[in-house]
């Protein structure tokens, strides 16, 4: 017993920190906001309430429309990227995570310079307007964030098929079509379901989407919680909300889970084949497809570069930087834009301080005791069920008034944005980990090493491109993040997309299109560093 409690201390800190920091104060919101609601028949009428219903309806429909969309575009891009190796091969499967690293509003911005009034794409093709606006353009915004993953989970399905299996139905005669069918399609089945669910979370989640490509018409569960809490004042209703949708959304969250850790485990050696392009039509669509996925990914953010330097309303090459460093752009946000900047820069590396600090111990604990991994997947996936919104309004509810009020709020933008970088912290330190071997770590306990003390020594120095890989990642996420730290900052802690949104919100188009810029350029430099030395990063 104390030797499995000795072995489980390593996990500690990291529980409390995500009780501490994200279940306590979620429970406390919901608790209380149904202790308010009036009992049983106070919560059925705010549930009842039609625009609550609509929220939902609009999370169910823009979630599933998503889901089904992203997985059939997302879908032959990951078999062809899991299954086949042709030169480049790494460098696009790095590419395929800029999306996920983007800052949300970046990704409205991009749809709306393509497909809105005046935009790129509709000034050649009036047709597509459709896409610009309302429901439609929320979709495509989602899908830009979503595809990618899908191919990235489907490649690592494809990956793990049994060689030896599909090697057997082939020797038996079975066309091309029934090894498929009876040996490596069934994982890149399971990779798409997983990326499925993830996408409909996502997208039936989402809140800058439906904020500014549709309004309240469009508002999701997400965005309708925001508005009962800081439009509305009703925080009451606003808890009871919240608490239904973590339960209306567990299922799929738990879907997404267990199809992961089957991901996780492979049924046999990993191959990947040379491209057989001369008489097979279905690689050459598969590559097709592909490229049309990376195509559009590219199109985007050339459209949001190319906005900086010919920026919405005209204007010459680099005025749209003038105005984001002018005086005027610096009273409409309250504070400056080099310190929304500073600012930025300083919660995004606290918080994957945090979260590297934290996820070093809880991969040694993992690497003792494998089994104890997807326990510990589900608690800090958890915030991430919760929403950037709900946790923002536990950490203001609970911890703003202990901490001292409006002063404190850049703890809690820190505190937010290691919650929601925890699980990818730890799963990009724990990859590289779990394919070490023991020796180096046996022979420093053979010496009178602490098994921990061991692990320091002999395992975390070879796995320094999986350190450097989770601060990164964890910090690229804090450099975008919007929802949460919309909901918890002050003028004085503003950062540069909590600027972006305002000066949107103020119709200051031209300094926007010069801040989504700014954005995307941190955010490419952050993925090429990311990429140095050939690191993966693995969802």
């Known amino acids: 017993m104390r030797t499995v409690a000795r072995d489980a201390l390593p996990v500690l800190p990291i529980v409390v920190f995500v009780v501490l920091f994200a279940l306590l104060p979620v429970a406390v919101v919901f608790v209380t906001a149904l202790g308010n609601a009036g009992g049983w028949s106070g919560v059925t009428s705010i549930l009842g309430s039609p625009l609550n219903q609509r929220a939902l309806e609009n999370s169910l429909v823009q979630g599933g429309l998503s889901a089904g969309l992203a997985v059939a575009f997302g879908y032959p891009a990951g078999v062809f990227v899991g299954r086949y190796t042709w030169p480049g091969r790494e460098v696009v499967r790095s590419l395929l995570l800029v999306p996920f690293l983007l800052p949300s509003l970046i990704v409205v911005l991009g749809v709306e310079d393509l497909f809105g009034a005046g935009g790129w794409v509709v000034g050649s093709l009036p047709g597509l307007a459709v896409v610009g606006q309302g429901l439609p353009a929320i979709v495509a915004a989602n899908l830009v964030f979503n595809v990618p993953l899908v191919v990235l989970l489907t490649a690592a399905g494809t990956e793990g098929a049994s060689v030896e299996l599909e090697e057997t139905v082939r020797t038996l005669g079975g066309a091309p079509a029934r090894a498929y069918w009876d040996a490596w399609g069934r994982p890149t089945w399971v990779g798409a379901a997983a990326g499925g669910f993830l996408t409909f979370l996502f997208s039936a989640l989402s809140f800058a989407p439906p904020l500014l490509l549709c309004g309240p018409r469009c508002y999701t569960v997400e965005a309708r919680i925001w508005s009962l809490d800081q439009i509305l004042l009703s925080p009451n209703e606003a808890g009871v909300l919240a608490a239904a949708m973590v339960v209306i959304f567990l299922l799929p969250a738990l879907g997404y889970l267990v199809l992961v850790r089957r991901l996780a485990r492979p049924t046999g050696t990993r191959v990947r084949r040379p491209l057989p392009w001369s008489g097979s039509p279905v690689v050459v669509a598969l590559a097709v497809e592909t490229a049309t996925v990376l195509l559009a990914v590219v199109a985007l953010l050339g459209a949001v570069l190319a906005r900086t330097l010919l920026p919405t309303g005209g204007g010459s090459e680099g005025s749209a930087w003038d105005l984001l460093f002018g005086p005027a752009t610096a009273q409409r946000l309250g504070v400056t834009v080099p310190t929304t900047i500073l600012n930025t820069f300083v919660f995004a590396t ?83 980990l779990s394919s070490l071997t023991a020796a180096g770590r046996e022979s420093a306990q053979s010496l009178g090493a602490s098994r921990f003390a061991a692990f320091l020594d002999a395992d975390l120095p070879r796995v320094r491109g999986g350190l450097t890989t989770a601060a990164l990642f964890a910090f690229a996420l804090g450099l975008g993040e919007f929802t949460a730290t919309y909901f918890l900052v002050t003028p004085r802690f503003t950062t540069v997309p909590v600027a972006l949104y305002g000066l949107i919100g103020a119709r200051q188009f031209a300094a926007a299109d010069a801040a989504a810029g700014l954005l995307l350029l941190l955010s490419v430099a952050v993925f090429l560093a990311l990429t140095v030395g050939g690191r993966r990063v693995e969802l």
Do not use: E, N
């Not at 934290?358 to 991994?373: D, E, H, I, N, S």
């Not at 929403?387 to 404190?408: I, M, Q, Y």
């Open 350 to 432: 606290a918080a994957a301080g945090i979260a590297v600090v934290l996820a070093v111990p809880a991969a040694y604990a993992v690497l003792r005791r494998p089994a104890r991994g997807p326990t510990l997947g589900l608690v800090l996936f958890v915030p991430l069920l919760l929403s950037p919104v709900v946790l923002a309004l536990s950490l203001a509810t609970f911890w703003r008034p202990l901490l001292g009020g409006s002063g404190s709020v850049w703890v809690l933008v820190i505190v937010s944005q290691a919650v929601l970088a925890l699980p990818f912290a730890l799963q990009s330190l724990g990859l590289p």
